[in-house]
């Protein structure tokens, strides 16, 4: 087995070691990621402020603007150390951008970094159903692995342009490594067997028979029943609860944790796994109407200590969760993992269940899946206690509001030509604008795969049209025809935000880039990243993101402030998933109350396109 323990700085050089020659080839076939013009990023960066904060303050901001890049400022100094970085890395920001947000962020994965995807309810209901369905899944994910491991996963294209398909390799037998002052993480060569947990009990299972082939559903299924059969009884300590801690918390209990051999293997055995199936038990039944945040939650953070919290491993890349119920969705890492390629292999799972099991069973003796045991001292226990008191209270904090708007989907927008997900951060907006009295920096993920090793940026709202829109919206003396005119203004505002963030040319990357092109070269952090209006305007009290699916899939993550919400849609042709998620700490922001005033602006927003008679 081969083991590689990397950070963000050294993942380049190794995943080129990693990424099969095909797939190399066609990642390194998309161009580099530009750097932009600082002037174009720091006009571009008033332009966000604008909406945001008073003219006194913007006035000192420009002030800091002018001394950062005029004569003697830093701008350019910086501005040529990013440039020289570019032209000898893979990616000049992927690297410090996986560091900065994810393996040096101290805060849980559970609800504030990993999201989970409920996908469309399964027809079963019972724990027979569940193991067919599994079993099927196993099978799926393989076949996906295997098509990418052999090179035939066509290159993906936006806009008619190439993507980068570096991630696709690491999305299995990868993990993230728990640290006291950083995370790392860890990708396995060669791995052989996937986890299975249930009743908090881990078993590694193999899914590969002796000459290398994949086993089947049927063989895939006999292992199964064998698990459940060792795992009926739920009084085990639920380790896997430890990884929903504080990342320093848990870089400490990890230390301690594998101190012993016997956990240390254990725990090998769960990072090294393709990846992790979690066989929920069964929860208590709610109405039809909460029954998608229900599922969302379950997904999401397992619904607590006393429900299925302990059947998760979340520093693992990728895991399954089947309920009893016919629930069922995937919880991914966002170190390794990003939301299109996991629409890829979630859009290869669906279409691979549609299909009989294409391969017959070999008449081979499976060897009995491995329980994975634990000691468990006094201190470990004393951790495990700590966690599950820290997880209850963050998911008693958590409120999630799910929704299917069904006046309307993306088809409305596209009949008046207008962009459907434009036309749903202005409804965003509206909402948020509509309960709070303002409007607040929000982001929306921009994907940066046309760019070889690229990952995320933010477009930013509201913009200045934006504001004027919803500041107009429910005057009484402002035209219909004047509104839709500011409406469509504002759209194609956002637009054109979109293009540059697909094009590499929006602020927020490069804003960060600049600062930690500073640490790096020892100065101090300039004063542009100092004062009132960075630190609001990096203060997202509105986090969104849209679901790149063409199922019914609900996906759900938690606010990025304690005062803030999250927003996660995905559009259809006729329909609209939503889901909202804020925290009840705060007594300002409830996901109930923005989710239905969501459901409002958009039936407004409707008969303001389509007026009736």
Same mark, same amino acid.
Not at 416 to 436: D, E, G, M, R, T
């Given at each position: 087995m081969i083991l590689r323990k990397i950070t963000a700085r050294t993942c380049r050089v190794w995943l080129s070691r990693v990424v099969s020659g095909s797939s190399q080839e066609r990642c390194f076939s998309v161009p580099a990621q530009p750097v932009p013009p600082l002037a174009q990023t720091l006009q571009g960066y008033l332009r966000?402020?604008?909406?945001?904060?008073?003219?006194?303050?913007?006035?000192?901001?420009?002030?800091?603007?002018?001394?950062?890049? $005029?004569?003697?400022g830093l701008g350019p100094q910086l501005q040529e150390g990013l440039e020289r970085r570019a032209k000898h890395s893979n990616n000049w920001i992927s690297d410090w951008w996986v560091q900065w947000a994810y393996l040096e962020s101290r805060q849980?994965?559970?609800?504030?970094?990993?999201?989970?995807?409920?996908?469309?309810?399964?027809?079963?209901?019972?724990?027979?159903?569940?193991?067919?369905?599994?079993?099927?899944?196993?099978?799926?994910?393989?076949?996906?692995?295997?098509?990418?491991?052999? $090179?035939?996963?066509?290159?993906?294209?936006?806009?008619?342009?190439?993507?980068?398909?570096?991630?696709?390799?690491?999305?299995?037998?990868?993990?993230?490594?728990?640290?006291?002052?950083?995370?790392?993480?860890?990708?396995?060569?060669?791995?052989?067997?996937?986890?299975?947990?249930?009743?908090?009990?881990?078993?590694?299972?193999?899914?590969?028979?002796?000459?290398?082939?994949?086993?089947?559903?049927?063989?895939?299924h006999a292992q199964l029943l064998r698990i459940r059969a060792e795992s009926w009884k739920t009084d085990k300590e639920p380790m896997g609860i430890l990884t929903s801690e504080h990342r320093q918390t848990w870089g400490q209990a990890y230390s301690r944790l594998l101190k012993d051999k016997l956990n240390k293997e254990s725990v090998r055995a769960i990072e090294k796994g393709l990846f992790t199936l979690c066989l929920d038990s069964p929860v208590m039944r709610v109405s039809d109407d909460k029954y998608s945040s229900r599922m969302?939650?379950?997904?999401?953070?397992?619904?607590?200590?006393?429900?299925?919290? $302990?059947?998760?491993?979340?520093?693992?890349?990728?895991?399954?969760?089947? $309920?009893e119920d016919g629930s069922w969705g995937l919880l991914y890492e966002q170190a390794t993992a990003e939301g299109p390629p996991i629409a890829t292999?979630?859009?290869?799972?669906?279409?691979?269940?549609?299909?009989?099991?294409?391969?017959?069973?070999?008449?081979?003796?499976l060897q009995m899946p491995k329980k994975l045991y634990f000691n468990i001292d006094r201190e470990i226990k004393r951790d495990i206690e700590h966690a599950k008191q820290n997880l209850d209270i963050l998911i008693n904090d958590l409120d999630i509001r799910c929704f299917n708007f069904q006046r309307f989907g993306k088809e409305l927008p596209k009949q008046?030509?207008?962009?459907?997900?434009?036309?749903?951060?202005?409804?965003?907006?509206?909402?948020?604008?509509?309960?709070?009295n303002e409007v607040c920096a929000s982001c929306d993920i921009a994907s940066q795969r046309m760019f070889r090793g690229g990952r995320t940026d933010y477009i930013r709202s509201p913009t200045n049209q934006m504001l004027k829109f919803v500041l107009t919206f429910d005057d009484p003396s402002i035209t219909r025809e004047a509104k839709l005119e500011l409406l469509r203004e504002a759209i194609e505002t956002y637009v054109t935000l979109t293009d540059q963030a697909l094009k590499g040319q929006s602020i927020d990357r490069h804003l960060l880039g600049l600062k930690l092109q500073a640490i790096e070269e020892g100065l101090s952090v300039p004063r542009l990243f100092m004062d009132t209006a960075y630190g609001l305007a990096t203060h997202w009290k509105l986090r969104t993101g849209q679901v790149p699916a063409n199922t019914d899939s609900v996906m759900c993550f938690g606010p990025l402030v304690p005062d803030g919400y999250a927003v996660c849609y995905n559009p259809q042709s006729d329909h609209v998933h939503f889901s909202v998620t804020a925290f009840n700490c705060c007594e300002e922001t409830q996901a109930e109350t923005l989710a239905a005033t969501l459901h409002s602006t958009l039936c407004q927003l409707q008969e303001l396109l389509q007026p009736t008679v």
């Open positions: 966000a402020l604008e909406p945001l904060i008073p003219e006194e303050e913007l006035v000192h901001t420009r002030k800091n603007i002018q001394k950062f890049c $005029g004569e003697g849980p994965l559970p609800v504030h970094s990993n999201p989970a995807i409920s996908l469309p309810k399964r027809d079963f209901s019972d724990w027979r159903g569940q193991l067919v369905f599994a079993s099927k899944l196993i099978a799926a994910a393989l076949d996906f692995k295997n098509v990418v491991d052999n $090179g035939r996963l066509p290159v993906e294209y936006m806009r008619g342009q190439p993507l980068c398909m570096e991630l696709f390799p690491l999305l299995f037998s990868s993990c993230r490594i728990p640290g006291r002052k950083h995370d790392t993480i860890t990708h396995h060569s060669r791995a052989r067997h996937i986890t299975v947990v249930r009743n908090y009990q881990f078993f590694q299972m193999d899914v590969y028979n002796s000459d290398g082939s994949r086993m089947t559903e049927s063989q895939i969302a939650a379950q997904i999401l953070h397992g619904g607590g200590t006393h429900s299925n919290s $302990g059947n998760r491993w979340f520093d693992k890349t990728l895991q399954f969760v089947v $309920g292999l979630l859009d290869h799972i669906l279409q691979y269940c549609k299909k009989p099991d294409p391969k017959k069973t070999p008449l081979i003796p008046h030509n207008l962009s459907p997900n434009s036309f749903i951060q202005v409804a965003l907006q509206l909402a948020y604008y509509k309960v709070h």
